[in-house]
């Protein structure tokens, strides 16, 4: 057992070396093409958040309860892990360019679908096309950034998609709701519509063909993702990645009850803390893509290190505006930029099979921001948001132990 787990890390550096045979920086860089991926990015998260801001209309236009609506968020998310463990596989063999151009068509008709929806079922088949299209484009997009650019430059290609994501987390919401307020929810559905026929006009113009990567790993099957955990760091990395996501969601899914009822803020302020949190979170996404190449996972053990102690912080001087502001800036600029170390982690570990272990970390990220959401929820209502924060930071210490743990077998792997 120990020889094959040795072989199985080994392999990692044999990926790195047969990476990319000429790409000492003479390979030609598709900027347009990462640019593009970004504005889908961007596309595509407003569309899995945009029911959060217009979950009151919905509800009573389709005479069901806010929480039936709210369920439109989970089947997307369900549907997402699903695609996301098999779409390497069932897609075998067709142009990867083919299939983003595909997952930006199903983001059209999924607006469509849900902006015309004639009752509660068909407005949750909208929902899970666009769960199809979240699992599809997160697993795909590390793998496609490392193929449009030199080696050299995917940190940098990462932080660019991973800074639309940001900036959709800045505007989605108060955007939905004033769309949602001048031409109702459908109408706020209904724009997603011209937005993804640009993205896909976008990849379609600016992505060169893009056919299916060598991958490594052999066995066939639908369930042959798994077969990457064999690899040690792998599955240290993904338990590190699982670990940040569950911390981070245990706090943040319940920041509007914590400022409201501790902090003692009205509807405005939250307003503006969570944009400040967003635009720090935006900074973030810059910022970190020029220390990835040089402290990849340095950069992974500091930020939930820094992370536990804000929330540490948090339940100490939630009482205070500006401690509380100073404190989510600081919360925003690391969260937000976190997925782009993520991200870059993994196209620096399975560069070979970075479509599986997008789909694997794509799966590990969205069950994480359930549990921790649901489990953040349990305590905050059983126990209170000082027992919630202090679970979120014991879960991001843990974060950072298991990827100081994944830096060692990475380094005993390429030794």
Known sequence: MKVKLMTADASIAHDKQSHDPGDNGARSAHWGGIFALSFGAFALVASEFLPISLLTPIAADLKVSEGAVGLGIAISGAFAV??????????????????????????GISGAVIGFAPGYLPFMVGRAFIGVVIGGFWSMSAATAIRLVPASHVPHALAIVNGGNALATVIAAPLGSYLGSIMGWRGAFLCLVPVAALCLIWLWLSLPSLGMPHRSTKTDGALSIFNTLRIRVV?????????????????????????????????????????????????GTVLIGRVLGRWLYRTLVVIPSLMALVAAALSLFGGSLVAVLVLLSLWGLLSTSAPVGWWSWIANAMPQNAEQGGGLMVAVIQTCIALGSTLGGLIFDSIGYQSTFLASGAMLVLAAITAGVTARVSRRATA
């Open 82 to 107: 699903l695609t996301s463990l098999s779409i390497s596989n069932l897609t075998r063999g067709m142009n990867r360019k083919t299939l983003l151009i595909g997952l930006a068509a199903l983001m």
């Open 235 to 283: 599955a240290w990395g993904l338990t590190a990645c699982g670990a940040f996501f569950l911390g981070q969601f245990i706090l943040f899914t319940y920041l509007r009850p914590f400022l409201e009822r501790v902090t003692l803020v009205d509807e405005s302020t939250v307003s503006l803390v969570l944009l400040i949190l967003g635009v720090t979170g935006l900074a």
